[in-house]
C-alpha cells in the first residue's frame, strides 16, 4: 500500500484553511501538514476547545483529507535563538523588540502544540529548534569548543520542559535538519541526539532539499538515522553552481537564477528520490510523504499538483519475494 501523500500548508498560510483543503483535494493529495499559523491552526484554540478541533476535522473530512502531523516551526525557531529583528515577524507583534517575552511566549505555544496535536489525534509535531551558535557557524572570529558546547546546552535547557510536555501527551517532535537550526547537518544532528541522551521523544522532520546543497547525500542520513525519522518532507533543490555563483547564496533572493542554488519543484532539481525511497523502504516507514511546496520560479497550484502526481509515480513498495527465486530447482 502506498504512503500517503500530503501537503504543508506553511507557504498557503496567506489561504483561509476551508479554501486551502478544497484546493488541495483537487491538486490530488490525501491530506495535510498543518502550520500554526495563519487561520490554519490556532494551538490555544486547538488545545483548550473541543468544537474548534472538531471544526477542523470537519474541514478536513468535507475534503477528503486526513492530517497526520500539524507543525510548529516558527514558535519553535523563536525558542533556541538569539533575538534578532526577523523573529518579530514569527511572534505576536505586542512582543517586537522583547527577546525575553518572544521566548517565553514560544515556549508555551510549543507546549499548546503538542496539546493540540493530542486532540487532533495526530502523533507528530515537526518544526525547528533554533539555535544560539548558528552564527558561529564560520569559525571566524575565533569559535571555541566552549561556546559551542554551551550552546548545545542552552538548547537542552531550553527544550527539556517542553519535551516534558510532549510525552505527557504522547507526541514526538520531529526538528527538521535545516541551516540556522542547532542541528543542521549530518554531524550536528549526530551530536543532538547525544546531547538529548537519545531521547525518544526527539527524532527528525528528514527533508533531503537542506541537505543536499550542503554536499550531504540525503539518502544515507535516512539510513543511518532510521530509528529517528519520525516524518518525511519531499522537497527538492538544484545546485547550479557556475564559475560565479557561490554555495552560500551571495545575498541574493531565492528564485533568482544567479543564485548558487535554489529549492525547486519535486522532479526540478538534483535530489536523487529513488534511492530516498529504497531508503524508506528498507527501514519500513509508513508515514507520509509531504510535499513542502517552495519553488520562486513556478505558479504554486501548477506546481503543487504537479509535485503530488510526482509523489505518487516515485513512490513504489518493496518486493515481497527475491528476484532470483524464481531460479532455483525443487
Not at 534578532?84 to 510549543?110: C, H, Q, T, V, Y
Not at 493540540?116 to 575565533?142: C, D, E, H, R
Not at 527544550?159 to 540556522?180: N, R, S
Not at 542547532?182 to 527524532?203: N, V
Request: proline share 5%.
Amino acid at each position: 500500500m502506498s504512503r500517503p501523500v500530503t501537503l504543508f500548508t506553511g507557504q498557503w498560510a496567506d489561504l483561509p484553511f476551508e479554501t486551502l483543503c478544497a484546493k488541495a483535494k483537487t491538486f490530488g493529495y490525501d491530506g495535510l501538514e498543518i502550520a500554526c499559523w495563519g487561520d490554519h491552526m490556532d494551538p490555544a484554540k486547538g488545545a483548550s476547545d473541543p468544537s474548534y478541533i472538531e471544526n477542523r476535522k470537519a474541514i478536513l473530512a468535507k475534503n477528503g483529507l486526513k492530517c497526520w502531523a500539524i507543525s510548529g516551526h516558527l514558535p519553535g525557531q523563536c525558542v533556541g535563538d538569539l533575538w534578532d529583528p526577523r523573529l518579530d515577524g514569527f511572534a505576536p507583534s505586542k512582543f517586537s523588540g522583547n527577546p525575553e517575552k518572544i521566548r517565553e511566549w514560544a515556549i508555551a505555544e510549543m507546549k499548546l502544540i503538542a496539546n493540540t496535536a493530542k486532540n487532533l489525534g495526530v502523533k507528530v509535531v515537526t518544526g525547528f529548534m533554533g539555535s544560539p551558535i548558528w552564527k558561529y557557524w564560520y569559525s571566524f572570529p575565533q569559535t571555541s569548543e566552549d561556546m559551542v558546547d554551551k550552546g548545545f546546552k542552552e538548547i537542552v535547557k531550553l527544550w527539556t520542559p517542553i519535551f516534558d510536555e510532549y510525552d505527557k501527551c504522547g507526541i514526538k517532535f520531529a526538528l527538521e535538519v535545516h541551516p540556522t537550526e542547532i542541528a543542521f547537518d549530518y554531524y550536528s544532528a549526530e551530536r543532538l541526539l547525544k546531547e538529548f541522551d537519545y531521547r525518544p521523544t526527539l527524532g527528525f522532520n528528514f527533508d533531503p532539499s537542506h541537505l543536499i546543497w550542503q554536499g550531504v547525500s540525503p539518502h544515507l542520513f535516512l539510513r543511518d538515522f532510521k530509528d529517528r525519522i519520525y516524518h518525511v518532507h519531499m522537497k527538492d533543490a538544484a545546485v547550479t553552481l557556475d564559475g560565479k555563483a557561490g554555495i552560500l547564496g551571495s545575498h541574493i533572493t531565492f528564485g533568482d537564477t544567479r543564485r548558487g542554488w535554489n529549492f525547486r519543484s519535486l522532479g526540478h532539481g538534483d535530489v536523487d528520490f529513488e534511492n530516498i525511497i529504497r531508503e524508506l523502504n528498507a527501514m519500513d516507514y509508513q508515514g507520509p510523504l509531504s510535499v513542502e511546496w517552495e519553488d520562486s520560479g513556478m505558479e504554486r497550484e501548477f506546481g503543487a499538483t504537479e509535485a503530488c502526481a510526482f509523489v505518487r509515480k516515485t513512490d513504489f513498495a518493496p518486493s515481497n519475494v527475491a528476484f532470483d527465486d524464481a531460479l532455483k530447482k525443487d
